[in-house]
């Protein structure tokens, strides 16, 4: 099993920056693939960006391309969310997540591993 817990989330005003950190403990070394995911209010939980564990294959959704960036630091088995230029669509829940499977990890039925979330709140 692998734990995830996310920390980082926050108020900010449009335009601001935040950083999110997930960090992994248990069978860390199972993980091919992490990523993050997000869930406002009334709307399905979305994909953001994710990232294989071993290696730097990244993908991005269109919404957040160019503003954030994932990142991980595998000595300290933690990943990260880089987010500068928010603006308040990017409020939500956000959700770090992995999976051991063979797979990119783009959509939220790909996921085997889940944290409780970090709430984002970009003030206008």
């Known amino acids: 099993q692998v734990q995830l817990v996310e920390s980082g989330g926050g108020l900010v005003q449009a335009g601001g920056s935040l950083r999110l950190s997930c960090a992994a403990s248990g069978r860390t070394f199972s993980i091919y693939n992490m990523g993050w995911f997000r869930q406002a209010p009334g709307k399905e939980r979305e994909f953001v960006a994710s990232i294989r564990w071993i290696g730097s294959s990244t993908v991005y959704a269109d919404s957040v391309k160019g503003r954030f960036t994932i990142s991980r630091d595998n000595n300290k088995n933690t990943l990260y969310l880089q987010m500068n230029s928010l603006n308040p669509e990017d409020t939500a829940v956000y959700y770090c997540?992995?999976?051991?499977?063979?797979?990119?990890?783009?959509?939220?039925?790909?996921?085997?591993?889940w944290g409780q979330g970090t709430q984002v709140t970009v003030s206008s």
């Open positions: 997540a992995a999976t051991r499977r063979i797979v990119v990890l783009t959509t939220p039925a790909l996921a085997e591993f």
